[in-house]
Nanobody, 115 residues
Framework: QVQLAESGGGPVQPGGSLRLSCAPS????????MAWFRQPPGKEREFVAA????????KYADSVKGRFTISRGNARNTVYLQMNSLEPEDTAVYYC????????WGQGTQVTVSS
């Protein structure tokens, strides 16, 4: 069984920080690019950030560039999203997934930014 388990979300005040983790199980993802997506309330899922299989290249949505950092620990096949200077517009359910292969979406982790 191949699964993606997101964690690290929660309530946070504007300007705060969170670190999300994505822990795959059932197979290794060391040879695949990985990405984070998010779905704000009442909106479609959108791209947030991606990282290459060997972690030497990254991409970010304009809305998070300079505030979020994607990384991966290949030894344990885990992908991270460090989120700084959070804004209310960042409120969403955050998901991770692989690029170039078919994997079901996980449950995601809720991030709520409010004062």
């Amino acid at each position: 069984q191949v699964q993606l388990a997101e964690s690290g979300g929660g309530p946070v005040q504007p300007g705060g920080s969170l670190r999300l983790s994505c822990a795959p199980s059932g197979r290794t993802f060391n040879d695949y690019a990985m990405a984070w997506f998010r779905q704000p309330p009442g909106k479609e899922r959108e791209f947030v950030a991606a990282i290459s299989y060997n972690a030497d290249m990254t991409k970010y949505a304009d809305s998070v560039k300079g505030r979020f950092t994607i990384s991966r620990g290949n030894a344990r096949n885990t992908v991270y999203l460090q989120m700084n200077s959070l804004e209310p517009e960042d409120t969403a359910v955050y998901y991770c997934n692989a690029r170039g292969m078919s994997v079901d979406w996980g449950q995601g982790t809720q991030v709520t930014v409010s004062s």
